[in-house]
């Protein structure tokens, strides 16, 4: 059983480009959450869906969005890129949205904006 | 205030010896994770505990939800656990989201 598998993992875009990032949960996993963690911080909750639905949003600008697919893989999408969204970016997948299931977590895409 | 506070920010200890890591948190929770994250950022998942003591190998994880407080303890500690250590709790209500401290950075030498 692979982990949780993310793309890129690593990234180099420009001010005002738009990126892309992908997150495959494990196999069974139908609960896909983002984080970012800026470093020298602790991860920073973006978004999680479940069962192809947004169940929660961080305190993002607009400029971030994602989705969940068929098959429970994600993507996060940011826009008009600025140098703060430098960070790594963390997807983690569980088995349901609640309850007492814990998180398996990717090794993330860091993203540098220059 | 933060909601959920670790100390220390950084631990230099020497191999051996018996190492902390506290976290505070100041809202109500259902579960409360210890994870460990090496250089070059993958995160690993230690423990996830709702109440009482979890061990794992060298690794103890308590917490005591009363004084909304839990600890990880590192027994007999070796330059492989230099890491981060964060701990994260998932809150009762509202998003189902993991609230991350700061992180530990322990480093243990030889």
């Known amino acids: 059983d692979t982990g949780v598998t993310q793309s890129p993992t690593h990234l180099i875009k420009t001010r005002g480009q738009q990126v892309t990032l992908r997150c495959s949960p494990i196999s069974g996993h139908k609960s896909v959450s983002w984080y970012q963690q800026v470093l020298g911080q602790g991860p920073q909750f973006i978004f999680q869906y479940y069962e192809k639905e947004e169940r929660g949003r961080g305190n993002f600008p607009d400029r971030f969005s994602a989705r969940q697919f068929p098959n429970y893989s994600s993507e996060l999408n940011v826009n008009a890129l600025l140098l703060g969204d430098s960070a790594l970016y963390l997807c983690?997948?569980?088995?349901?949205?609640?309850?007492?299931?814990?998180?398996?977590f990717g090794s993330g895409t860091r993203l540098t904006v220059v | 205030k933060n909601e959920v506070e670790q100390s220390p920010q950084n631990l230099t200890a020497q191999e051996g010896e018996f190492i902390t890591i506290n976290c505070s948190y100041s809202?109500?929770?259902?579960?409360l994770h210890w994870l460990q994250q090496h250089p070059g950022g993958g995160i690993v998942s230690l423990f996830m505990l709702s109440s009482g003591k979890k061990k794992h190998g060298r690794l103890i994880a308590t917490i005591n939800i009363q004084e909304k407080h839990s600890s990880l303890h590192i027994t007999a500690s070796h330059p492989r656990d230099s890491a981060v250590y964060i701990c994260a709790f998932r809150v009762i209500q509202g998003a189902q989201k993991l609230v991350f401290g700061q992180g530990t950075r322990l480093t243990i030498n030889p």
């Open positions: 809202v109500g929770i259902s579960a």
């Open positions: 983690a997948s569980s088995r349901v949205s609640a309850g007492g299931f814990g998180y398996t």
